[in-house]
C-alpha cells in the first residue's frame, strides 16, 4: 500500500502559464508513460496541451464548474463530473466563476486501459481487484490501516488485504494492460 498526500504533491506550471499540474503517479517507460494520474488547477482560460497516442478522462474535483471546449463543441462540466477525450483533441478550458481543480487519467493507446469511476464508501470495505489499483478521497475521510487520508490524498491498493472504512468519495482508478484486456 502507498499514500500519496495532496500535500506532498510538486506543482508543475503548464506551458501556457493559465495553470499547474501536480502528477500523483505514473506507469510504464518514465520518458513514455503507459498512464499518469494527475491533478491540474486551472486558473484561467487556456488550451490544454497535445497528448497525440493518451486518452484522457478528467473528473472536475474542485468546488467550481468549468466550461470545456472540445473540438468547437462546448459543455460545462461542474463537482463530480467526468469527460473523456483524445489527447490529439484541441481542448479549451475556462473556469466558470473562480479556479477549479480537475482529476485526469491518461492512457497510452494500444498499450493501456483506463477508467475513473466514483465510488460512495459508508462503513468499511476490504477492496478486490475489480475496485481499481487506487483511490482519492474528493470528500470525506478515509482510514486505512494508520492512515487518515482526507481530500485528494490517493491510496494505491496493492494490497487488497487492507480494511478501508470511513464515510467518503473516492474516485477508483482502473488501469488494464491492452494487449491482454
Do not use: K, Y
Not at 490544454?48 to 463543441?73: H, K, M, Q
Not at 475556462?94 to 460512495?120: A, F, K, V
Not at 475489480?130 to 474528493?138: E, F, Q, R, S, T
Amino acid at each position: 500500500m502507498t499514500i500519496v498526500r495532496a500535500a506532498d504533491l510538486v506543482a508543475t506550471p503548464w506551458r501556457n502559464g493559465v495553470g499547474v499540474t501536480r502528477r500523483i503517479s505514473t506507469g510504464g517507460h518514465p520518458e513514455s508513460p503507459d498512464w499518469t494520474l494527475s491533478i491540474a488547477d486551472i486558473a484561467a482560460p487556456g488550451r490544454f496541451s497535445l497528448f497525440p497516442g493518451l486518452d484522457r478522462t478528467a473528473v472536475v474535483v474542485g468546488d467550481e464548474p468549468l466550461d470545456l471546449t472540445i473540438n468547437d463543441a462546448t459543455r460545462t462540466i461542474a463537482l463530480l463530473d467526468r469527460v473523456s477525450f483524445a489527447g490529439e483533441d484541441v481542448v479549451d478550458a475556462t473556469p466558470t466563476r473562480r479556479p477549479t481543480r480537475l482529476l485526469n487519467l491518461m492512457t497510452r493507446r494500444g498499450r493501456c486501459l483506463g477508467e475513473l469511476s466514483l465510488r460512495h464508501i459508508r462503513g468499511s470495505v476490504n477492496p478486490g481487484p475489480d475496485d481499481g489499483i487506487a483511490w482519492m478521497v474528493l470528500a470525506g475521510r478515509l482510514v486505512v490501516g494508520e492512515h487518515d487520508l482526507r481530500r485528494w490524498d490517493t491510496v494505491f491498493l496493492a494490497d487488497p488485504r487492507h480494511e478501508i472504512r470511513g464515510a467518503a468519495t473516492v474516485a477508483a482508478v482502473r488501469l488494464q494492460n491492452e494487449e491482454n484486456p
